[in-house]
T-cell receptor, first 114, second 110 residues
Framework: SAVISQKPSRDICQRGTSLTIQCQVD?????MFWYRQQPGQSLTLIAT?????????ESGFVIDKFPISRPNLTFSTLTVSNMSPEDSSIYLC???????????FGSGTRLTVV | GQQVMQIPQYQHVQEGEDFTTYCNSS?????IQWYKQRPGGHPVFLIQ?????EVKKQKRLTFQFGEAKKNSSLHITATQTTDVGTYFC??????????FGKGTKLSVKP
């Protein structure tokens, strides 16, 4: 199955700044997904990143706050912009495996905004 | 929007006891997936259920999908301390877009 590398693994950021999270997959995938997991909570889909087109955002998430890039079929970035303490969460990228039978997650980025 | 309800939120068991977590949806699911997240870790795929009434086993874990494809359960027999973590069900939807339940956090007392 695909191997997903995500970085940074964690960061502590000042409010008002932005952080870009990178996700690299060792095989080409059509779609990549970005999730947020707030402390002690479940996972919520932020957006679906498609190569060659704009990302599709879920309700409650907007491009200005979470811009996403998808320059090729193995890489994507998520930026958390103008951060506030409420953005402190784990951010995870994921892909669907080649058989479409499972979703694989990166190891996540643990973000703390102070 | 589509929601997947999962209970209980927490479960504390003595090692050796059984454990079950349940998921329910108000609508028919195309498939349901189960994930385990260890403390400090990321969700790891356990299984996908697709067929009505499907039952799958992985060693001490038994997964069931309801006949109406609106509910599912995960049962662990004779829990061990290595079973500790949060178990999530997720509506598999389409093309990797998962809708997660709130998860059941399992703690096992040795």
């Amino acid at each position: 199955s695909a191997v997903i590398s995500q970085k940074p693994s964690r960061d502590i950021c000042q409010r008002g700044t932005s952080l870009t999270i990178q996700c690299q997959v060792d095989s080409q995938v059509t779609m990549m997904f970005w999730y947020r997991q707030q402390p002690g909570q479940s996972l919520t889909l932020i957006a679906t990143a498609n190569q060659g087109s704009e990302a599709t955002y879920e309700s409650g998430f907007v491009i200005d706050k979470f811009p996403i890039s998808r320059p090729n079929l193995t890489f994507s970035t998520l930026t958390v912009s103008n951060m506030s303490p409420e953005d402190s969460s784990i951010y995870l990228c994921s892909v669907e495996d080649q058989f479409g039978s499972r979703v694989l997650f990166g190891s996540g980025t643990r973000l703390t905004v102070v | 929007g589509q929601q997947v309800m999962q209970i209980p939120q927490y479960q504390h068991v003595q090692e050796g006891e059984d454990f079950t977590t349940y998921c329910n949806s108000s609508t028919t699911l195309s498939n349901i997936q189960w994930y385990k997240q260890r403390p400090g870790g990321h969700p790891v795929f356990l299984i996908q259920l697709v067929k009505s009434g499907e039952v799958k086993k992985q060693k001490r874990l038994t997964f069931q999908f309801g006949e109406a494809k609106k509910n599912s359960s995960l049962h662990i027999t004779a829990t061990q301390t290595t079973d500790v973590g949060t178990y999530f069900c997720a509506d598999g939807g389409s093309q990797g877009n998962l809708i997660f339940g709130k998860g059941t956090k399992l703690s096992v007392k040795p």
